[in-house]
């Protein structure tokens, strides 16, 4: 793992980061910064990001392969490196069928598009794969730095890690709601979490693999697979939850604060992990 990420980083989408949300993170002591939701291919949010900070990562969670070609965004790349080397780790994913009528042969797909990576001259170090079952876990150890897994619990980080083996990262995404009443917590969690990925067959099929069945699935969610997903309580519980990842055998883990305002959460989380 040539990117050292730290043990815990932030994961926003692309539309709630900016330069005072980066600055805040690196001073609270997060290692990286996760930009979500297909940020596009240009990446000139990675830009901003970097160039009002210090020495905090950035990483994409992720760039869409259907969205934007392997050559725009290996030249993204290497003009992010140029100016800032070392700090940028590439993520890539495959996406959804749902939302791309051109979805074929997702493997094939991934395969030809870490072609283009290499091709574009974007080492394997520094770029990471989008990852769930076990087929593309295994070729993100072989391709590229590592695994992002988004919309997992610890017992999913478990098995990843035995597919992935040592010295692979393995860098999954966490949900969090500071909110110590269960009901209001999952008010927050629920409609997140349902829309869209309760719908989507990637994350379906990866969560009735790891035994949650239909019934917790339908209906926006079960209790029981809402407060998996999104863990919430006081912040004892929280570090818990997030520190039962690291346990589990993952290297680093993207905590999403849920909510109108993330950054009691993080501040409450820094001060529990990172102090």
Not at 89 to 100: K, N, T
Not at 176 to 189: F, S, Y
């Amino acid at each position: 793992m040539a990117i050292e990420l730290g043990k815990i980083g932030i994961w926003r989408g692309w539309h709630q980061l900016n330069a005072d949300l980066a600055r805040e993170a690196e001073r609270l002591g997060f290692g990286a910064i996760w930009i979500g939701g297909s940020p596009d291919g240009q990446l000139t949010i990675v830009d901003e990001l970097l160039d009002a900070t210090e020495n905090i990562k950035v990483a994409t969670g992720i760039v869409n392969m259907w969205k934007d070609d392997a050559a725009t965004v290996g030249a993204s790349w290497n003009r992010i490196e140029a100016e800032h080397p070392g700090r940028f780790l590439l993520g890539v994913g495959i996406g959804h069928p749902e939302a791309h009528q051109e979805y074929q042969k997702p493997y094939d797909k991934i395969v030809d598009y870490l072609d283009g990576l290499d091709q574009a001259g974007v080492p394997v170090a520094a770029r990471a794969l989008a990852a769930l079952g076990p087929k593309v876990l295994k070729l993100s150890a072989e391709r590229t730095a590592g695994a992002h897994p988004y919309l997992t619990t610890p017992e999913h980080t478990k098995e990843a890690r035995r597919v992935l083996g040592d010295g692979v990262l393995l860098a999954p995404e966490q949900k969090v709601v500071l909110e110590t009443d269960p009901e209001k917590a999952r008010a927050i969690a629920r409609p997140t979490i349902e829309h869209p990925y309760l719908h989507l067959v990637n994350y379906r099929s990866n969560l009735l693999r790891h035994g949650w069945s239909e019934a917790d699935l339908d209906n926006g969610g079960s209790d029981a697979l809402i407060d998996a997903l999104a863990l919430h309580g006081d912040i004892d519980s929280i570090a818990a939850g997030i520190t039962a990842h690291l346990d589990a055998g993952a290297d680093h883990v993207c905590v999403q604060v849920l909510g109108d305002d993330p950054l009691p959460g993080y501040r409450a989380i820094s001060e529990a992990l990172l102090s």
